[in-house]
């Protein structure tokens, strides 16, 4: 099974500054890799696909680079909304999907 | 507009079998390409992939949970059913089905369920 590791655990950022979140693959995983959000009581909400490509609706302050191991999400101006905790995924390998144990970005 | 909400009875005893129904919209799973997955994330933690079902009826299980897992559809009644054997504790856990598209070589989680709240207790 693949192994998703986030760092760091807790990110504490300042509205209007910019948070990079970072995941790792104990294997290579192409670029099929996705982030999600999840606020309190709620679902996970897809943000990023494909390590790069938003998903519908999601402004264009998150972005996604990296590919094979290493992956970075990049929120560039902290709005009260995007406090929350943010997963990667990696769906290159089956029969499990893994997920990363999370990101908790909260505000400084 | 993709739907999908989770039910079934809660909580359950030790050693029971839980039955969630993910009853979805917006998509059908005679349609290739397609498919639903269920996700568990116990209070507090991570989130963990149990498995999921394709439009093809293919399946694929978490290999640790492979002996107590089982996950079926009825597209004529647009649901999906898990079902997890002999549940104990540590298996209590918001319970979430999610639809599933083909996106490059793997199957990417679109569109969730609100989440079902699975306790497991005597």
């Known amino acids: 099974e693949i192994v998703m590791t986030q760092s760091p655990a807790t990110l504490s950022v300042s509205p209007g500054e910019r948070a990079t979140l970072s995941c790792r693959a104990s294997?290579?995983?192409?670029?099929?890799l996705a982030w999600f959000q999840q606020k309190p009581g709620q679902a996970p909400r897809l943000l990023i696909y494909g390590a790069s490509t938003r998903a519908t609706g999601v402004p264009a302050r998150f972005s996604g680079s990296g590919s094979g191991t290493e992956f970075t999400l990049t929120i560039s101006s902290l709005q009260s909304e995007d406090f929350a905790v943010y997963y990667c995924q990696q769906y290159n390998h089956w029969p499990v999907y893994t997920f990363g144990q999370g990101t908790k970005l909260e505000i400084k | 507009q993709i739907t999908l909400k989770e039910s079934g009875p809660t909580p359950v005893k030790p050693t029971q079998t839980l039955t969630l129904t993910c009853t979805f919209s917006?998509?059908?799973?005679?349609?290739?390409?397609?498919?639903v997955g269920w996700i568990r994330q116990p209070p507090g933690k991570a989130l963990e992939w149990l498995g999921f079902?394709?439009?093809?009826?293919?399946?694929r299980y978490r290999p640790s949970l492979k002996s107590r897992l089982t996950i079926t559809k009825d597209t004529s009644k647009n649901q999906v059913v898990l079902t997890l054997s002999n549940m104990d504790p540590v298996d209590t856990a918001t319970y979430y089905c999610a639809h599933l598209v083909v996106e490059s070589s793997g199957l990417l989680c679109d569109y969730w369920g609100q989440g079902i709240l699975v306790p497991v207790s005597s």
């Open positions: 294997q290579r995983v192409g670029s099929n």
């Open positions: 079902i394709f439009w093809d009826d293919d399946k």
């Open positions: 917006g998509f059908s799973l005679n349609t290739a390409g397609v498919g």
